[in-house]
């Protein structure tokens, strides 16, 4: 099984690309699951035409623990599993301890044996990798790390704190970083400026996300790319992407 927690600096563009990643590995033939871990609830939603499934946070605070995982879970585009973990009511209680409750109940209600993925992706809010924001790269959930940055000089910032909090993280048996995706902002020299920041963290550039219209005009209609026309070259890039980190896995 391949499982992966995406990072990067908040308004990166970790959703789209998480998303279009597991729009991408379900076309490829895997049965893919997706866990948006941020209290926005909106990782999923262009898996769902739109509409994210039921925070499990809030289900808890409604209902209780739920008897079983199905209800909370929503199927999407090309049979990916989508879960959203949520927040707390906001200015009362703790996201980060929130993260440990839901996973404690995914862990409870046995979800990756009851569905048995290929792939699974952790969507985590913004740069902060500390306490329940670092529960995805824990032993038995992820085992690699993608960063999304740009070329901006806080995108860059935000990216060199998660992988030195990473490298802390090194001897707990934790996730370990796979590398860097650019999604470009087509800034100057910015192919440049992340090339040379990659090999200052002793890592490298897996894949370069362009700027494109399409990205916008998908999800207007609760869609990645991939769905909306697989053949865009947009989608290709996408899902030539997914490909290699298969490849990365078998190695």
């Not at 490829?28 to 990782?43: E, N």
């Not at 995914?106 to 993925?117: A, E, K, N």
């Not at 020299?189 to 897996?206: P, Q, R, Y």
Request: some cysteine; glycine content about 10%; overall charge neutral.
């Amino acid at each position: 099984m391949l499982k992966i927690a995406v990072y990067g600096k908040g308004g990166i563009g970790k959703s789209t690309i998480t998303s279009h990643l597991s729009a991408s590995f379900a076309t490829l033939g895997k049965r893919v699951m997706q866990i948006g871990c941020d209290p926005k609830t909106d990782s999923t939603m262009n898996l769902l035409g739109g509409k994210s499934p039921k925070p499990i946070l809030r289900y808890i605070e409604e209902y209780g623990q739920p008897e079983d995982i199905e209800e909370i879970v929503k199927i999407g585009f090309k049979k990916v599993i989508c879960l959203e973990v949520g927040g707390p009511t906001p200015g009362i209680g703790c996201a980060g301890r929130g993260i440990i409750t839901a996973f404690e109940l995914l862990d409870d209600l046995g979800v990756y044996q009851r569905y048995r993925p290929d792939v699974v992706l952790y969507d985590v809010l913004g740069d902060v990798v500390c306490g329940g924001f670092a529960v995805p790269m824990r032993e038995g959930y992820a085992d690699k790390v993608l960063v999304i940055t740009s070329g901006e000089k806080l995108a860059l910032y935000a990216a060199e704190n998660i992988i030195q909090a990473i490298k802390n993280f090194s001897d707990r048996n934790y996730a370990r970083l796979s590398g860097l995706i650019l999604n470009r902002r087509n800034i100057p020299e910015e192919i440049e400026k992340v090339g040379n920041f990659a090999k200052k963290m002793h890592t490298k550039i897996l894949g370069i996300i362009p700027k494109d219209e399409y990205i916008n005009r998908a999800e207007l209609e609760g869609k990645t790319t991939v769905e909306l026309d697989e053949s865009l070259p947009i989608s290709q890039t996408f899902i030539s992407l997914a490909g290699v980190l298969l490849e990365e896995n078998q190695c």
